[in-house]
């Protein structure tokens, strides 16, 4: 009679991820070629400002310094569902509940929203290859299974076939930066690596598309369990991702405001038509000819497939470690004994993202096509955005828990690590996420503010308030799930281990 199928424990056998498996799923989720083509065009569109590869450059600061604490906790917290286990640990439970809400919308939306590029690209490259104008919904339902098959399945094999289509991205977007600053549309100019273009009007729409290039350096903890040796795999990880994220897109997205033309971006000169991808792939067809236009439309494909995967893993573990601690249904804490992958949570964010994308395509029906892509302009812009919005939330709070998890008992950790890069992390990361709400209008594109403009950061904001006061009445009426928040199981309370307990259930 065979074994359980599913179970709440993980073992040493589901350890198998090192520094650059680990690194390869957080930069597959920021999606090199994603970024350049995709995000970095629409935000250079949509702001208007030139600035944004110092806008890169400031973040990957920003970043490197909230790293510090975040590496100095996860020495300590070993928890599948890092930003909401160190804020529960560090800031306290309901606040931890509270943040878990937070990161699970946040993370949703990113995964969504790229599903929205997603399904566009390939209806794009169809159509100009076959004269087919397929509904991009339609490749967005295919890939929703295909990400989900491999969601339930050995996180090291997703690593894997992440690694091979990064190492791809890289090499493409290298080849682009080549020929950008060989031969640029108005002469090679340091002038976007500058404070100044950064700091104008549209700064917070810079910065938000930013960050959402950023999202999934975070992830490094999220594979704690799953790494060979969590204490040294997860902060080397973690800073390794941010160097490269930082430098490899202030470079990038220098050679493409060189290919645009800082004039054409300042004096909105970027049509309807040019708006997005096209910026980037308009350039590689002049200059590198239809081959390479064909090449790195199928790598951009697959860098958006990338990041899917990398999110939908993120999304999957951080609802496991909901459901183990008894926040959620018990079953979503569940997984798979042969894989160790939570495939019940897993399970759930397919399903979320199946309701949201019948939604948005049904929104399509009264679109205009003349106001440009359905698939980029909402679902993709608004989402991602809102994703971002919530991530920077998400920081500041685990700035303040690494301060306090810390003040109750410094261990060995140095004051800079415990107190001086959690107070300069918070105060700056707070800095952004103002300004980031300051110009929500800016980021859907309004000339002035609608209901929309409200409702979508009400979206993260209201659920994660609920889930503090959830989290109280949990305190009251079920004191033994209450324990349990952000610390693992019964038996990871006691033990401080970092294990995930030791009862096993079939299905």
């Given at each position: 009679?065979?074994?359980?199928?599913?179970?709440?424990?993980?073992?040493?056998?589901?350890?198998?991820?090192?520094?650059?498996?680990?690194?390869?799923?957080?930069?597959?989720?920021?999606?090199?070629?994603?970024?350049?083509?995709?995000?970095?065009?629409?935000?250079?569109?949509?702001t208007g400002v030139a600035?944004?590869?110092?806008?890169?450059?400031?973040?990957?600061?920003?970043?490197?310094?909230?790293?510090?604490?975040?590496?100095?906790?996860?020495?300590?917290?070993?928890?599948?569902?890092?930003?909401?286990?160190?804020?529960?640990?560090?800031?306290?439970?309901?606040?931890?509940?509270?943040?878990?809400?937070?990161?699970?919308?946040?993370?949703?939306?990113?995964?969504i929203g790229i599903y929205?590029?997603?399904?566009?690209?390939?209806?794009?490259?169809?159509?100009?290859?076959?004269?087919?104008?397929?509904?991009?919904?339609?490749?967005?339902?295919?890939?929703?299974?295909?990400?989900?098959?491999?969601?339930?399945?050995?996180?090291?094999?997703?690593?894997?076939?992440?690694?091979?289509?990064?190492?791809?991205?890289?090499?493409?977007?290298?080849?682009?930066?080549?020929?950008?600053?060989?031969?640029?549309?108005?002469?090679?100019?340091?002038?976007?690596?500058?404070?100044?273009?950064?700091?104008?009007?549209?700064?917070?729409?810079?910065?938000?598309?930013?960050?959402?290039?950023?999202?999934?350096?975070?992830?490094?903890?999220?594979?704690?369990?799953?790494?060979?040796?969590?204490?040294?795999?997860?902060?080397?990880?973690?800073?390794?991702?941010?160097?490269?994220?930082?430098?490899?897109?202030?470079?990038?997205?220098?050679?493409?405001?060189?290919?645009?033309?800082?004039?054409?971006?300042?004096?909105?000169?970027?049509?309807?038509?040019?708006?997005?991808?096209?910026?980037?792939?308009?350039?590689?067809?002049?200059?590198?000819?239809?081959?390479?236009?064909?090449?790195?439309?199928?790598?951009?494909?697959?860098?958006?497939?990338?990041?899917?995967?990398?999110?939908?893993?993120?999304?999957?573990?951080?609802?496991?470690?909901?459901?183990?601690?008894?926040?959620?249904?018990?079953?979503?804490?569940?997984?798979?004994?042969?894989?160790?992958?939570?495939?019940?949570?897993?399970?759930?964010?397919?399903?979320?993202?199946?309701?949201?994308?019948?939604?948005?395509?049904?929104?399509?029906?009264?679109?205009?096509?003349?106001?440009?892509?359905?698939?980029?302009?909402?679902?993709?812009?608004?989402?991602?955005?809102?994703?971002?919005?919530?991530?920077?939330?998400?920081?500041?709070?685990?700035?303040?828990?690494?301060?306090?998890?810390?003040?109750?008992?410094?261990?060995?950790?140095?004051?800079?690590?415990r107190m001086v890069a959690?107070?300069?992390?918070?105060?700056?990361?707070?800095?952004?996420?103002?300004?980031?709400?300051?110009?929500?209008?800016?980021?859907?594109?309004?000339?002035?503010?609608?209901?929309?403009?409200?409702?979508?950061?009400?979206?993260?904001?209201?659920?994660?308030?609920?889930?503090?006061?959830?989290?109280?009445?949990?305190?009251?009426?079920?004191?033994?799930?209450?324990?349990?928040?952000?610390?693992?199981?019964?038996?990871?309370?006691?033990?401080?281990?970092?294990?995930?307990?030791?009862?096993?259930?079939?299905?």
């Amino acid at each position: 009679m065979s074994g359980p199928t599913t179970s709440t424990t993980r073992t040493q056998e589901h350890r198998r991820l090192g520094v650059f498996a680990v690194a390869f799923l957080i930069v597959a989720a920021s999606a090199p070629l994603t970024v350049i083509a995709g995000g970095v065009t629409s935000s250079f569109a949509v702001t208007g400002v030139a600035g944004i590869p110092f806008g890169y450059v400031l973040l990957a600061v920003v970043l490197g310094v909230f790293a510090i604490g975040y590496a100095a906790m996860s020495r300590f917290v070993t928890n599948a569902g890092a930003f909401y286990s160190y804020i529960a640990q560090g800031a306290g439970r309901p606040l931890g509940v509270g943040s878990s809400v937070l990161a699970l919308i946040a993370y949703n939306a990113m995964q969504i929203g790229i599903y929205g590029m997603f399904g566009f690209q390939i209806s794009s490259f169809l159509e100009s290859k076959t004269g087919w104008a397929s509904p991009w919904w339609l490749w967005v339902a295919i890939c929703i299974v295909i990400v989900g098959i491999m969601g339930v399945n050995r996180v090291d094999l997703s690593a894997k076939v992440l690694g091979v289509l990064v190492a791809a991205e890289f090499v493409v977007v290298i080849v682009f930066d080549v020929i950008a600053f060989a031969q640029p549309a108005e002469g090679v100019t340091a002038a976007p690596l500058t404070p100044a273009t950064l700091f104008v009007p549209g700064v917070g729409a810079v910065l938000a598309f930013g960050i959402a290039a950023f999202m999934g350096f975070e992830s490094a903890a999220i594979y704690g369990e799953e790494s060979k040796d969590p204490k040294r795999t997860i902060p080397r990880a973690t800073f390794l991702a941010v160097c490269v994220i930082g430098v490899f897109y202030a470079i990038s997205s220098w050679a493409l405001s060189l290919a645009i033309g800082p004039d054409k971006i300042t004096g909105g000169g970027i049509t309807a038509e040019e708006a997005g991808p096209p910026l980037f792939f308009n350039f590689v067809a002049e200059h590198l000819g239809v081959l390479w236009v064909d090449i790195m439309s199928i790598l951009f494909i697959t860098s958006l497939f990338a990041s899917l995967v990398s999110f939908h893993n993120a999304v999957a573990r951080y609802a496991f470690s909901l459901g183990r601690e008894g926040v959620l249904p018990a079953v979503i804490g569940t997984v798979r004994v042969r894989s160790g992958a939570p495939w019940a949570g897993s399970i759930m964010q397919t399903v979320i993202a199946a309701i949201v994308v019948i939604g948005f395509a049904i929104g399509e029906l009264g679109w205009d096509p003349a106001n440009g892509p359905f698939a980029v302009l909402t679902l993709f812009t608004w989402l991602t955005n809102l994703g971002a919005f919530g991530l920077v939330l998400l920081m500041v709070l685990v700035s303040i828990a690494v301060i306090g998890y810390f003040l109750r008992d410094p261990r060995d950790v140095g004051v800079v690590s415990r107190m001086v890069a959690p107070i300069i992390a918070a105060l700056s990361l707070s800095i952004v996420w103002i300004l980031i709400l300051m110009n929500w209008d800016v980021l859907l594109g309004q000339v002035e503010s609608t209901p929309t403009t409200f409702i979508l950061p009400a979206v993260l904001l209201v659920p994660s308030i609920a889930a503090v006061f959830w989290a109280l009445w949990l305190r009251r009426a079920r004191p033994q799930i209450y324990r349990q928040i952000g610390h693992g199981t019964d038996e990871d309370i006691v033990s401080d281990a970092p294990h995930l307990g030791s009862h096993s259930v079939g299905v």
